[in-house]
C-alpha cells in the first residue's frame, strides 16, 4: 500500500515517513497544500491513502479536502489538526475526511487507524490470497508456500501481494516501482528485477515451470 503524507512541518513529515515505511508502506512526503493537491490530481491512482494536515501553506487542507473530493478522487483521508474542538472536526469530516486525529499524537495509534481506514476501501478487497500453494494473509503478514511458512523482507511481502492481486496481468516495472517505492525513486533501478530474483529463488516450482514469469521488455506476470 502506498500513503501521500501532505504535512508543512517537514521534521514530522520525515518522522511519518520513516515510521510507515517500517511499517511496511511506501511513502510520498509533501509540504504545502498546493503541491499536494496537483499530486492527487494527477496521481491519485498512485496512493492508497492520504495523511493530510489541516493547516498548510498555499492551501489549506481543508480545501484540499474538498477540491479534491469534488474531482470524485475517493482515497481515504486521515486528517491531522493541532485544533481540539468540535468545529473543526466536523469541518474536516464534513468536508470529505473519513478520519482525525489531534497533535501530538502517538504513532502507534496513526497506524492503527491507517490500517482501519485500509480495511474499508469502496470494493471488498480479500484480506487472504491464495494461488499456486502460495497463501498470504494481509491481516497477520504471514506467508506460507506448501503448508510451509516463508519469511520475506517487507519489499518482497509487498511485491508478492501486488502479483498476487493482478494474477495474468503484465506489470511493468514502472507500475511496480510507482507501488512500492516513492515518487522519487530512480526508475532505471534494477531494484525490481532484484526482488523478483529473490521471489523466484523462494517460490520455486517442482514442474519447473515459473511463477515469475519475464515478458521481455516490459516487465513480469505472475501466473494465473
Not at 511458512?149 to 508478492?160: A, D, N, P, R, V
Request: aromatic letters at 8%; a neutral charge; hydrophobic letters at 40%.
Amino acid at each position: 500500500m502506498k500513503i501521500l503524507v501532505i504535512e508543512d512541518n517537514e521534521k514530522l513529515a520525515k518522522g511519518l515517513k520513516s515510521g510507515l515505511e517500517s511499517e511496511g508502506f511506501a511513502v510520498d512526503a509533501l509540504f504545502d497544500g498546493e503541491s499536494g493537491q496537483s499530486r492527487l490530481e494527477n496521481c491519485a491512482k498512485d496512493y492508497d491513502l492520504v495523511v493530510l494536515d489541516i493547516m498548510l501553506p498555499k492551501v489549506s487542507g481543508l480545501d484540499v479536502c474538498r477540491n479534491i473530493r469534488a474531482k470524485n478522487i475517493n482515497l481515504p483521508i486521515l486528517m491531522l489538526t493541532a485544533k481540539d474542538t468540535t468545529d473543526d472536526k466536523i469541518s474536516g469530516l464534513d468536508f470529505g475526511a473519513d478520519d482525525y486525529m489531534i497533535k501530538p499524537f502517538s504513532f502507534d495509534e496513526l497506524a492503527a487507524r491507517i490500517r482501519a481506514l485500509l480495511r474499508r476501501p469502496p470494493t471488498t478487497i480479500p484480506s487472504e490470497l491464495d494461488r499456486h500453494g502460495i497463501n498470504l494473509s494481509s491481516a497477520t503478514r504471514k506467508v506460507t508456500y506448501c503448508g510451509e511458512e516463508i519469511q520475506l523482507t517487507l519489499k518482497e511481502y509487498g511485491l508478492l501481494e501486488f502479483f498476487m492481486r493482478h494474477p495474468g496481468q503484465v506489470l511493468s516495472r514502472e507500475q511496480i516501482l510507482g507501488s512500492l517505492w516513492d515518487f522519487a525513486f530512480d526508475s532505471f533501478s534494477n531494484v525490481v528485477d532484484v526482488h523478483v530474483k529473490n521471489l523466484r529463488n523462494k517460490f520455486k516450482k517442482n514442474d519447473g515451470k515459473k511463477l515469475f514469469e519475464t515478458i521481455h521488455g516490459v516487465g513480469y506476470r505472475f501466473k494465473e
